[in-house]
């Protein structure tokens, strides 16, 4: 296993996240298996790590293919993904095969029921799980106090606010939310914050800076309790 620096905190009994350098991915298990949440962005032994925290049959779901969130794919023959997404994916010929998964699929880790649901817009497969059992949502990228990445060729902020006023289909389903970036957890009261802001940044109504990030000039827009990083 590599030396790479990471951090495994416990959140419960059966249920894991993995600090990576700005982005977590998780570790959850059932009665009858596990279930990695992504794989990592500087992490390219996510199997081994699991392999440390449960000697249960394990899988992979990718919540997204942005390579902050897969850099372990390469540990598995196959991995879950909404199908949308695979563009995303085999633009940097990564291995695998994708088992597609839309919304409405449910996972089952044994006592452990997953939801699917689709939140396209920071990508277009964009997908979070809900926990119901446990009350919780593990959202990927689109919910989070950082910044939310929206430059780019699949980046959407229309479908990105779509998106949003989709999950009030299950408003008091989940008590917390656990986001790839920013605070863990969040609350769910943030979803709505976020769609008034992207509203907001879309009417012009919200200051923004000009920056660069990986080469690409973007414009920042700060509101306060998190960020998009849009197209200059």
Known sequence: METAPY??????????????????FFL????ERALLVDSGRDVHSA???????????????NTHADADHV???????????????????RRGQRPGTLLPVREGDVLE????????????????GSI????????????????QDGRVFMFGPLRNMDRYIRSLEHLRAWDGAFDEIWPSHGSIPVAPALIEKLHDGALAVQAGAVPSRPAELYGTP????DLGFAGFLCDA
Request: glycine share 8%; net charge negative.
């Open 28 to 31: 959850l298990t059932g009665t």
């Open 109 to 124: 880790l044994g006592g452990r029921p997953l939801e699917v649901i689709h939140l396209p817009g920071h990508t277009p």
């Open 7 to 24: 951090e495994i905190v416990r959140i419960n009994e059966n249920s894991w996240r993995i600090e990576d350098n700005g982005v977590r």
């Open 218 to 221: 973007i414009r920042v827009f």
């Open 71 to 89: 850099a372990s794919n390469g540990q598995f023959d196959a991995f879950y993904m909404h199908p949308d997404e695979e563009p995303n994916y």
């Open 128 to 143: 979070a799980l809900l926990d119901r059992n446990a009350r919780v949502l593990i959202s990927g990228d689109p919910i």
């Open 47 to 61: 199997r081994d790590i699991a392999a440390t925290l449960t000697q249960l049959p394990l899988s992979l779901l």
